[in-house]
């Protein structure tokens, strides 16, 4: 029988990176860039995931990219790639 966590993951594909450390969760999407095309499917995506494990926020990586999105009580951080776990 799968838990809960892998059976949410095998559903709902739209969130990249999932990871647990010392029972904490985390939502992590990558994408190239965000832009017109993708904005919404990445957004969403992540936003899936914050709301499955009851997170408040989460984060994009891109190639060069920085932002906050605040959308329904989320905050949802856009990091370049390289930057990501520097702070």
Do not use: H
């Not at 999932?18 to 919404?40: H, M, P, R, T, W």
């Not at 969403?44 to 190639?63: D, P, S």
Request: charged share 20%; net charge negative; glycine share 6%.
């Amino acid at each position: 029988m799968l838990s809960p966590e892998k059976e949410w993951l095998m559903k709902y594909s739209e969130c990249n990176f999932i990871y647990k450390l010392n029972n904490d969760f985390s939502a992590i999407q990558v994408c190239f860039e965000i832009n017109g095309d993708n904005q919404a499917r990445e957004i969403n995506g992540l936003l899936a995931a914050l709301k499955f494990f009851n997170l408040k926020e989460g984060v994009i990586l891109t190639i060069d990219q920085t932002d906050l999105i605040l959308i329904d009580g989320y905050k949802i951080n856009v990091v370049p790639a390289y930057a990501f776990g520097l702070d």
